[in-house]
């Protein structure tokens, strides 16, 4: 099969020929090292006294929009690039040109949320922190300039055909831009003001969430005229301990607009896995309910276990991930990352609707593990 064929296959809940692969690797220096490329070194601009001093008068009287916007395009293109170096059947390929820097050390995004600017060790940007949301009120929310969103479709569409065009015979391609519904919409104001919004400004919150829907929606179709056969939706809806709001709270939120983002992109033909951190467990049928053709995360140490998660919803979703990031692809030997993709394979691959995938992604990983990762499923994957 090819890879396009094998991931296809997995997601309809067929056997393919082996288990399929999923890339979500957003590291640079993992990125750099897969292309033989010197790391580029962002992270001086930032940590630098003078540097950054220069960096801070720059983001106060200049644009630098088109800056992040090609730097996104070429971190999106690289991204895919390194995946089908290493071999996997399908990345999730992010771009996120939403980025507006405040200083070397603070940005916020176009869609009101803060986020503190974070370099790695060896210099390297990495994906910033969440530190805040700046849209506290529906007053906010009417001032707030938008014009930056709107554009979002057409730059999508641009990399994204590129990315195809250049890659698509050789990788499924996960199409994919920055928060779902749930995040962007609790994020910009903040948890506990989002809260306290849902019970005394429903309307606000819900008239937030049908922009959002929307945009998501021209979203779908401009990564559909890219070519695309498939999107992550990534909402991050669980804690460890279980859901950040109540199943009966998400489908009043969201429930309808789930539905509709599933149901856009089946109309284009595409695919569509939610992505969520957090035990899942109590949400696993109603994602399904929403049209969801598979789930990535499925954390182990968020105590979800492939098998319980296989025999309740994998006769409806395809699972996709479990493998560990916070020992497994880090620093575990050969032996110990074969046994867990031998185990992950075990537990959820019989009869088709598994693909393996680490659950998250973040500096430490290596991409030795990695390595690994894609032998053993080669070794252990064949039906």
């Known amino acids: ?28 220096s993992n990125i750099a090292e897969i292309l033989g490329k010197r790391p580029d070194p962002y992270g001086f601009v930032f940590t630098n006294k003078y540097a950054s001093k220069a960096f801070d008068f720059a983001a106060a009287h200049l644009d630098l929009s088109r800056m992040v916007e090609k730097g996104m395009d ?9 995946a089908v170096n290493l071999g996997y059947d399908s990345a999730w390929i992010i771009h996120t040109p939403t980025w ?25 940007l990495q994906s910033p922190m969440y530190s805040g949301g700046l849209i506290k009120s529906a007053s906010d929310w009417e001032a707030w300039d938008r014009s930056r969103v709107f554009r979002m479709p057409e730059l999508t569409r641009r990399i994204y055909s590129k990315i195809q065009r250049d890659f698509g015979d050789r990788i499924f391609i996960f199409g994919c831009f920055h928060g779902g519904l749930f995040e962007l919409s609790w994020q910009s104001m903040g948890f506990e003001e989002f809260v306290r919004a849902t019970r005394r400004e429903r309307d606000h919150v819900q008239r937030v969430i049908r922009f959002l829907t929307d945009l998501y929606c021209m979203m779908l179709e401009a990564m559909a005229d890219a070519g695309l056969p498939g999107v992550i939706y990534p909402d991050d809806l669980a804690y460890r301990s279980g859901p950040m709001l109540s199943p009966k709270m998400l489908e009043e939120l969201y429930g309808d607009s789930f539905r509709r983002i599933t149901s856009t992109a089946h109309l284009y033909g595409m695919k569509v896995v939610v992505h969520t951190c957090g035990n899942v467990y109590s949400l696993l049928d109603w994602l399904a309910d ?17 098998a319980k998660a296989k025999e309740m919803i994998g006769d409806r979703m395809c699972l996709v991930g479990n493998i560990d990031v916070t020992h497994v692809l880090v620093d575990a030997g050969r032996e110990e990352v074969f046994d867990a993709v031998r185990r992950a394979i075990e537990d959820a ?16 990983i290596k991409v030795r593990n990695l390595r690994w990762m894609l032998e053993a499923v080669e070794e252990y994957g064949r039906y």
């Open 1 to 28: 099969m090819t890879p396009h064929e094998r991931v296809i296959a997995a997601l309809e809940l067929r056997e393919p020929d082996r288990v399929p692969t999923f890339d979500m690797m957003y590291e640079l």
């Open 290 to 306: 929403c049209g969801f053709d598979g789930i990535h995360g499925l954390e182990p140490t968020a105590g979800v276990e492939l």
């Open 349 to 364: 691959g019989a009869g088709g609707g598994y693909i393996v995938a680490n659950t998250n992604t973040h500096p430490d």
């Open 100 to 124: 507006i820097y405040q200083s070397a050390k603070k940005i916020h995004d176009i869609y009101g949320r803060a986020w503190d600017v974070l370099v790695d060790s060896q210099g390297n």
């Open 74 to 82: 070429d971190f999106a293109y690289d991204n895919t690039a390194a």
